[in-house]
């Protein structure tokens, strides 16, 4: 099992044992990631111990977040409507989602978590470019046809976690090309859960393109080195409850430091992983508009 496959699969048991998924359809996601019976037993239940040990941080952190009031979320209001384009990629055609604002900042491609292009996805380039950067949502299925392609999203994902990282970080880069190609001035990148950790990996493979980065609960690759991504300014977040990629934080911390680049880790209080998509049970609406509105700040600062 490769570590993108390892991430995935230790995700849907995570989420079984905090009663999102029934056992049954977490053994069946389990089996699209090619994980046998004994073997997704066996790892449903290190999970459920490890969900015990941080089950005091969670009892002192529930009264942190904030429960959800109805309101839009952050940025929603201003959103702009996503078109979309297809460009030529290092293997093919790529797909995405473009949504252009009126008097670009700068551009930011948007990475989407493991289900793929989705709406929720396409709803963060529309309000990104509703703040005025021009955003580009990249479908890194798009070798497969597209996300829109799978019926069963779990599939979807299953196909995700057979990608080899070095293709999906091709493909960004390419993304990142076509943005700049799109806009003019600096470019961002920003990734959630599995796109989060994508965008460790552009640092880590060099991404001087980039102006500033922003992982969302992304999880650390071994042994980082982000000194190729010259002045990068990375702002990555994380909750509170998240201890699974929070693990990863320190490597984070210690090699962005190593590389001298200028970067801010933020963990929400009382937030798990996952808060930012409001589609998610774990949408937090106090730790969703803070990192929106930190992410704002930033943008402004480095980007434009």
């Not at 699974?244 to 929400?268: C, F, I």
């Not at 996952?274 to 998610?280: C, E, I, R, V």
């Amino acid at each position: 099992m490769t570590p993108l496959q390892r991430y995935i699969a230790e995700e849907i048991a995570t989420d079984h044992v905090d009663g999102l998924l029934s056992r049954r359809e977490a053994l069946r996601r389990l089996a699209l990631l090619g994980v046998g019976g004994a073997a997704a037993t066996a790892l449903i239940a290190a999970c459920g111990q490890n969900q015990q040990s941080n089950d005091a941080t969670a009892t002192s952190s529930a009264t942190s977040g904030s429960p959800t009031t109805g309101a839009p979320p952050p940025g929603m209001e201003a959103a702009l409507p996503t078109t979309p384009v297809t460009w030529d990629g290092p293997r093919g055609e790529l797909q995405g989602a473009w949504a252009q604002a009126p008097e670009p900042r700068g551009g930011i491609l948007v990475i989407h978590e493991n289900k793929g292009l989705n709406d929720w996805v396409r709803s963060v380039a529309g309000r990104l470019a509703g703040a005025g950067y021009s955003s580009l949502a990249i479908d890194l299925l798009s070798a497969r046809g597209g996300t829109a392609t799978f019926a069963d999203p779990a599939e979807a994902t299953a196909a995700l976690g057979d990608l080899a990282p070095q293709d999906m970080v091709a493909d960004l880069k390419s993304g990142i090309a076509e943005v700049q190609r799109r806009t003019p001035g600096a470019v961002a990148a920003v990734g959630f859960c599995m796109g989060g950790g994508l965008v460790w990996r552009l640092l880590a493979s060099g991404a001087p393109e980039l102006a500033a980065a922003f992982p969302f609960y992304g999880p650390t690759p071994d042994d980082p080195d982000f000194s190729r991504s010259d002045d990068v300014a990375v702002l990555a977040f994380y909750g509170e409850l998240d201890q699974r990629v929070n693990a990863t934080e320190p490597a984070a911390a210690a090699a962005l430091s190593d590389a001298g680049l200028v970067h801010e880790l933020v963990t929400e209080p009382g937030a798990n992983h996952a808060f930012f998509n409001d589609t998610g049970d774990r949408y937090d609406p106090a730790a969703a508009a803070d990192a929106w509105r930190r992410m704002q700040e930033w943008l402004s600062t480095h980007v434009g």
